[in-house]
């Protein structure tokens, strides 16, 4: 009658296991480290530059405990924060240019278990320390980037249907196209008209007749939203790229964003990645200044400055390169980059995808400038690098490679910015917290007390008031406990104060479902059933309202999850999981062990629920 079949046992023992070693990570803990990465591609992490640092290290009488070089980078482990500050003040001063030296946290669970794929949880800001930033997007930058926008389109439009004017230009937020012939100026109304019906066109006489197009109102504040969530967008996207683990993206208010990255400690290296987020713009080079074909091309140009209508910028290895100041395309124009290896020729290339008017542009551009160079540029907020400006072999369109990579990792990371690199607006920085790795270790501590606090209670509660039952309702909760854990860190979820919380709530209510059970028992017991017969009833009778109760509160859960935003939404995960594994243990692994204790035994002398207790009477 309370018999579970060998199936349902393995099941159960199943997941304990399972939940043991995925659980278990969490409670290792994490060390603090000093990584050390190359800036450019064309410095190499190798034995020499390890043996290098350690020496120098030794010098300084600091002693890691271990080192270990993998992912191109170095890491220096150490046994607290204050000696991984002290390393990193002199990694940063012997490393030398070219070395990006960054502190970091690493978990110091077994590698075993991390081929198994059993990692800790992510922890928040709050729990792990890491840095806040709030960023203002310049909206005014993302109309002026419109308006050049639509100002080339316009010079395109009207040379590809041969329309004449006398000029063409920006004043202001309007585009002015002026002509000398009423038919020129008619035809390319009709023709903008058709082509660009964003904008605004009006007809101006005078000396020069002309048309002053503006972008519509409603299409303005369409092109600022479609900027605000194009920044989030790469944002998200070169932070996840970048290797920061769990990054917070969003939007506040109408033109911020905040940027929480948890466990990164150096508010520096922070702002570095933030940093990296650029717009990438492709120019020709001024080949009529050119003193020969190659790299060198315009070292005369050094100590000098560029000629009239030209820009002059530096390459990765620090060469000049001049370029012409109209822009061909802008990195908005980019549908698609990703690295591969060129099968003809040989060496790492990036394949490029553009959308259909950056094809239209480029395959022009290139039509008129074959054998001349094309610079690839990355524009930040305070400088610009050439990153490639390789020769156009022949006309080409959306699709299209870049060669000359000096290896597969510089295609690699040259796609990552031409994927994830365009900004539709310009940010600044305008608030900037650090929550520091010993406020995290506090809130972590007060946490788990919170926790295994709530837990004792509920168990010292349980025993006494429903005594062998009670006991095994604490052991079903515990497993829940541990259940949880592991999907969290399966799962890789972020977990925050507000998640502890959810924990906590957790364990009262899944205590709810035990008391449930072990009430029907009693009162079946109570009704004059034999204890098999009361075990039995108890858990089949209890099982709907059970259902009940944790079906609506998840559907609460789920509203909050839908609903909410940052801690909210992290509340209602670790709830709604906790729900769904509440309902596992509270029937299937309580079930369980009330089987293995009563379940075998063919007739019982008495049942220890508390104050009601069966006994077998004579002739029963």
């Known amino acids: 009658m309370n018999r579970y079949p060998l199936w349902k046992y393995l099941v159960i023992a199943l997941a304990l296991v399972v939940g043991v070693i995925y659980a278990v990570p969490n409670l290792f803990g994490e060390v603090p480290v000093v990584q050390v990465s190359s800036s450019r591609t064309t410095i190499k992490i190798d034995e020499t530059l390890q043996a290098r640092l350690e020496g120098d290290l030794k010098a300084a009488n600091i002693t890691p405990q271990r080192v270990e070089r993998e992912d191109a980078a170095l890491r220096f482990f150490f046994a607290d924060t204050d000696v991984q500050l002290k390393a990193r003040e002199v990694l940063v001063a012997k490393a030398g240019t070219g070395y990006i030296v960054a502190l970091n946290l690493v978990s110091s669970s077994p590698k075993w278990l991390h081929a198994l794929g059993a990692n800790p949880m992510y922890l928040g800001l709050d729990l792990r320390g890491g840095v806040h930033f709030l960023l203002q997007v310049d909206m005014k930058s993302a109309v002026n980037k419109s308006v050049e926008r639509y100002l080339a389109d316009s010079r395109n439009a009207l040379r590809d249907k041969k329309i004449y004017y006398s000029g063409l230009g920006r004043e202001g937020e309007r585009i002015v196209i002026r002509f000398r012939e009423a038919d020129q100026r008619a035809a390319a109304m009709k023709q903008l008209a058709d082509q660009m019906p964003d904008l605004t066109l009006r007809e101006v006489e005078g000396e020069e007749s002309q048309i002053v197009a503006t972008i519509k ?35 506040q208010g109408v033109d911020r964003i905040s940027v929480q990255l948890a466990g990164v400690q150096d508010p520096g290296r922070a702002k570095e990645i933030l940093g990296r987020t650029a717009t990438l713009e492709v120019r020709n080079v001024a080949e009529e200044y050119a003193a020969g074909s190659g790299q060198d091309a315009f070292f005369q140009f050094k100590d000098q400055p560029a000629p009239f209508n030209t820009e002059k910028y530096l390459d990765q290895e620090g060469r000049p390169v001049l370029v012409k100041k109209s822009l061909v395309i802008s990195g908005d124009r980019i549908r698609d980059a990703q690295p591969g290896f060129d099968q003809k020729n040989g060496g790492a290339v990036v394949s490029m995808n553009l959308d259909d008017t950056g094809g239209r542009i480029m395959r022009q551009n290139t039509r008129e ?80 007390r919170a926790v295994m606090g709530g837990f004792l209670l509920i168990a010292a509660f349980m025993i006494l008031y429903y005594m062998l039952f009670g006991l095994v309702s604490v052991l079903a909760l515990g497993a829940n406990l541990l259940f949880l854990v592991a999907i969290l860190s399966m799962m890789q979820v972020t977990l925050t104060l507000p998640g502890i919380a959810a924990i906590a709530l957790t364990l009262g209510m899944a205590i709810d479902a035990n008391v449930l059970i072990n009430e029907r028992v009693r009162e079946e017991v109570r009704s004059g059933m034999t204890p098999q017969m009361a075990i039995q009833a108890g858990y089949e009778r209890a099982f709907g309202t059970i259902l009940d109760s944790n079906v609506t509160t998840l559907i609460a859960g789920l509203a909050l999850l839908a609903f909410g935003s940052g801690p909210i939404k992290g509340f209602a995960v670790v709830h709604c999981l906790g729900i769904l594994t509440s309902i596992f243990s509270a029937v299937v692994v309580s079930r369980g062990i009330v089987n293995l204790i009563y379940g075998g035994r063919k007739k019982i002398g008495k049942i220890s629920i508390g104050n009601t207790t069966w006994e077998k009477k004579a002739g029963a």
């Open 369 to 448: 400038n074959v054998k001349k160079r094309m610079a690839m540029m990355l524009v930040e907020k305070n400088s610009t690098t050439v990153l490639t400006w390789p020769v156009i072999q022949e006309e080409f369109g959306a699709r299209f490679q870049i060669s000359g990579m000096p290896d597969a990792t510089e295609a690699k990371n040259l796609a990552l910015l031409l994927r994830a690199g365009a900004l539709a607006a310009s940010m600044d920085i305008i608030e900037e917290r650090t929550v520091g790795p010993s406020l995290g270790a506090e809130n972590i501590q007060k946490g788990y």
């Open 217 to 251: 109102p409603e299409v303005v504040k369409r092109e600022q939203e479609l900027a605000l969530q194009q920044n989030i967008q790469t944002l998200r996207n070169r932070v996840n790229e970048l290797g920061v683990a769990e990054p917070i993206v969003q939007q």
